[in-house]
């Protein structure tokens, strides 16, 4: 789950929050007035890793170069 937290919050434990997002690898969201305006992120050193668990997931691609949802769009 990702925690939220506003500006004014932010401000005074912006180290803390920060050593909390690289400690447990859970993603900080900002707000401004209940706006989501910043996320921070661990740093992931290899961007493939994030990929990692999405491979084999695709059981069958039919038509790659296709478009896709074309019969909807003219349901439209």
Same mark, same amino acid.
């Given at each position: 789950m990702t925690k939220t937290v506003s500006k004014s919050q932010f401000k005074p434990k912006a180290l803390e929050y920060f050593r909390?997002? %690289?400690a447990t690898g859970r993603e900080l969201v900002i707000t401004d007035r209940g706006r989501p305006v910043v996320r921070v992120v661990p740093y992931v050193e290899d961007p493939e890793a994030d990929l990692e668990s999405l491979r084999g997931t695709v059981l %069958?691609?039919? &038509? #790659?170069? %296709? #478009?896709?949802?074309?019969?909807?769009? &003219?349901?439209?």
């Open positions: 909390n997002v %690289e %069958e691609y039919r &038509e #790659p170069t %296709e #478009p896709v949802g074309q019969a909807d769009w &003219e349901n439209l």
